[in-house]
DNA sequence: AGACGCTTGTGACCGCGTGCACAAGCGCGG
DNA sequence: CCGCGCTTGTGCACGCGGTCACAAGCGTCT
């Protein structure tokens, strides 16, 4: 696995595997948030997030030491400061590429603006989709992408493509700066180094359970590569 | 990590993140098989695929020597043989559970069916949503799940419920004798040892990339818990 | 003030997964 | 029939991640 330069001073650089729970925790913490709870300890935490206690603490205590001994941690502060390290204290302009069934799905699913991600523009390459409403956007041409990126501060770019049409908009995305890609489509897409790339592949699910069912093994949560 | 016992007679138990990898082994296969080309490399495969050709060679190693060296492996064998052990030479019958926006996007999505998941019954709580038709199905109440697991076979259940219904619908699934389940919703679901259970979160997903964004480092294809 | 109970933070160990590098082996050409 | 080139299959070593178990430390009660 390619290690990166330690090139940000931050002295405790945070393991992909935390990274990768912490929006785990963070749901955690707003539940208890809402009941009111001042203080959680790391085994709560744990049963709320579906993981073991000893890797809730190891992974909090990669964010610094706020938890207090005999008590627990407080909630408030917990919240604050895994947002803060997520970057939800800051907006993140998504914009969705590709409008069939799946894309007008996220366009319209409330678990993205419910996190503090909004949907700022609707892409699609097909003509008689561009000047369609969905929910309240329209539907533009893939030619603005560069502008409406430059614009209106794109960050984030969800591929909801065909799988052959993938690469060839991550390439524009690329291209029109944007630096994170989700990419939905059901192929291997190439970005520069400097992009950070996440896939989400349904077909895929299934067959690693189908897997498991066919041989009578279970199927752990974890995704993978 | 809980190891399972080997109560399967195989002698060769596949790593889970081989397990997890197959289904791009697969695609990359069948992209291959569509251009008429009858032998690929470890190398080539590996290209296809997005990952290391040593990794390639070890992980189908795990299905038996399928290759022949100076010369690669047989894409027709190697399909037959990857989609046998990924359980597609079987029926899996799915039945999707909620029918907001994800749920109809996943209902007549492609991408399902092209694998081979067929979806034979859709489900949801609201009884002003039974009797819908979405795509050629109609939309069905929740109290008779058990029957209709029963008479479809039905072999994995996609929850696309709200939060707060995830694990009542998973309940009812493993009840009627469910034992795959895919979950879509943004909430810790708990299912007994020995069903299957993965999940995909989409918000977690922007969440790491903007975690990745905030402190400039890159955030890598994999997914985890 | 002192002791006790509870919870964090972390040192240590262990096992999986990864990638390198090479030996084994197949096929072709001379 | 022998040698050469190419590709597989794998032994090995290393590092990340997970878990255990315990010391450190806070608060409370007597």
Redesign the pocket.
């Given at each position: 696995?390619?290690?990166e330069e330690p090139d940000i001073p931050e002295a405790r650089l945070i393991?992909?595997?935390?990274v990768a729970?912490l929006p785990l925790y963070y749901r955690a913490l707003l539940q208890v948030a809402d009941q009111a709870i001042d203080t959680?300890?790391?085994?709560?935490?744990a049963e709320l997030a579906g993981?073991?206690?000893?890797?809730?603490?190891?992974?909090?205590?990669y964010l610094?030491?706020?938890?207090?001994?005999?008590?627990?941690?407080d909630v408030d502060q917990l919240v604050r400061e895994v947002s803060r390290e997520l970057g939800l204290t800051r907006d993140w302009p998504v914009a969705i590429l590709g409008l069939g069934n799946l894309g007008r799905a996220l366009a319209n699913y409330r678990g993205f603006s419910a996190r503090g991600f909004r949907i700022v523009a609707l892409v699609d390459a097909d003509p008689a989709k561009v000047g369609e409403r969905v929910g309240d956007l329209t539907i533009e041409p893939v030619d603005g992408l560069r502008a409406i990126v430059d614009e209106r501060r794109v960050a984030i770019g969800v591929i909801a493509t065909p799988a052959d049409s993938a690469q060839a908009v991550a390439d524009r995305l690329v291209a029109a700066g944007v630096r994170a890609i989700l990419n939905f489509a059901p192929a291997v897409v190439v970005v520069p180094p400097e992009v950070s790339l996440r896939k989400v592949d349904l077909a895929t699910e299934l067959q690693i359970l189908s897997f498991y069912q066919q041989h009578g093994r279970r199927a752990r949560d974890?995704a993978?590569?």
């Open positions: 696995m390619g290690r393991p992909e595997a935390t729970r959680v300890s790391s085994e709560q935490l993981v073991n206690a000893a890797k809730v603490r190891k992974d909090l205590s610094g030491s706020y938890g207090t001994r005999g008590v627990g941690y974890g993978g590569v």
